[in-house]
Nanobody, 122 residues
């Protein structure tokens, strides 16, 4: 399974971006697709997750009300709509596929994309 993340870029604070995560195939047992991010000098952190079949979503507190995760099963693609972006959202964003529930821990995810850079200027 290959996950291709795209849509990153440079945006001013208050702006918006939409990230996409396209899967080459959907493996048997895939349960969730999540987004994580990693800023320079920091650990990778959970951002949002959606159940691949259920559509149930969870978010980290810092993005609630600003980010929306959604999926298009027909296109094997998950999106992360990011609004009201802040400089502290600057990071490399990764999508990941997991088979073990809607977890927040990166260790629960088996498949990882290459990452896309999001830079928010103040």
């Amino acid at each position: 399974v290959q996950l291709q993340a795209s849509g990153g870029g440079l945006v001013q604070a208050g702006g918006s971006l939409r990230l996409s995560c396209a899967a080459s195939t959907i493996p048997s047992g895939l349960y969730a697709i999540g987004w994580f991010r990693q800023a320079p000098g920091k650990e990778r952190e959970f951002v949002a997750v959606t159940g691949w079949s259920s559509g149930i979503t969870y978010y980290t507190d810092s993005v609630k009300g600003r980010f929306t995760i959604s999926r298009d099963n027909a296109k094997n693609t998950v999106y992360l709509q990011m609004n009201s972006l802040k400089p502290e959202d600057t990071a490399v964003y990764y999508c990941a596929g997991g088979r073990y529930g809607l977890g927040r821990s990166a260790s629960l995810y088996d498949y990882w994309g290459q990452g896309t850079q999001v830079t928010v200027s103040s």
